[in-house]
């Protein structure tokens, strides 16, 4: 069974520009989630999907940032425009529901120059 | 008060050391518990769930205890595959929000 995939694995931008980055979550995963890894910090929550819909995303640090995941399937997180301290690891995890595991992703690595 | 709160290490242990990792968590209310290990540059994968009876898998035990509000996680007989970073998570809320804890850094030395 594939497990969740992220890409770009590496993505190096200069502020000011836009990146996407996108998630495919297990397939038959309903909940898909969106973290961040600063550097030297902890995992943070960005947002929770049920299926389409967003169900919290209480942790999305500014409208910047937006994320969709049309159809319920794959998810995109878009930062528009990039700043400085927005680099960091993206992971991306999902899971059947309920309070079980989360699988994650590889993440993708962003540093913003 | 962090949410959830673990001893970031490094914990150095020789092989075949007993080395035990403790979380609190702030939340009362929160409803499940993990350990993930992250090795360095990976994604987090799950170690284990953590239970009231507490769960044992070979090496490795995990216990919750509500009362005081923490989580352990025990391994024995370490091994030098098992220097890594572990993670404490926590879910709570009708949303299932996560909180991670800083991680708890471990490196087994020859």
């Known amino acids: 069974e594939a497990g969740v995939t992220q890409f770009p694995s590496h993505s190096v931008i200069e502020k000011g520009q836009t990146v996407t980055l996108r998630c495919d979550p297990i397939?038959?995963?309903?909940?898909l989630y969106w973290y961040r890894r600063v550097m030297g910090k902890e995992i943070k929550f960005l947002l929770h999907?049920?299926?389409?819909?967003?169900?919290?995303e209480s942790g999305m640090p500014n409208n910047r940032f937006l994320a969709e995941r049309t159809g319920g399937t794959y998810s995109t997180l878009k930062v528009q425009p990039a700043e400085l301290e927005d680099s960091g690891v993206y992971f991306c995890?999902?899971?059947?529901?309920?309070?079980?595991?989360?699988?994650f992703g590889p993440g993708t690595r962003l540093t913003v120059l | 008060r962090k949410e959830v709160e673990q001893d970031p290490g490094p914990f150095n242990v020789p092989e075949g050391a007993t080395v035990a990792f403790n979380c609190t968590y702030s939340n009362s209310a929160s409803q499940s518990f993990f350990w993930y290990r992250q090795d360095c540059r990976k994604e987090p994968k799950l170690l284990m769930s953590v239970y009231s009876s507490g769960n044992e898998d070979g090496r490795f035990t995990a216990q919750l205890n509500r009362a005081s509000q923490y989580i352990s996680l025990l391994i024995r007989d370490s091994k030098l595959s098992d220097s890594a970073t572990y993670l404490c998570v926590v879910l709570s809320g009708g949303y299932q929000k996560v909180t991670f804890g800083t991680g708890t850094k471990l490196q087994v030395i020859p």
């Open positions: 999907f049920v299926k389409e819909s967003k169900q919290d």
């Open positions: 397939s038959g995963h309903d909940n």
């Open positions: 995890a999902s899971s059947p529901g309920g309070y079980n595991e989360q699988f």
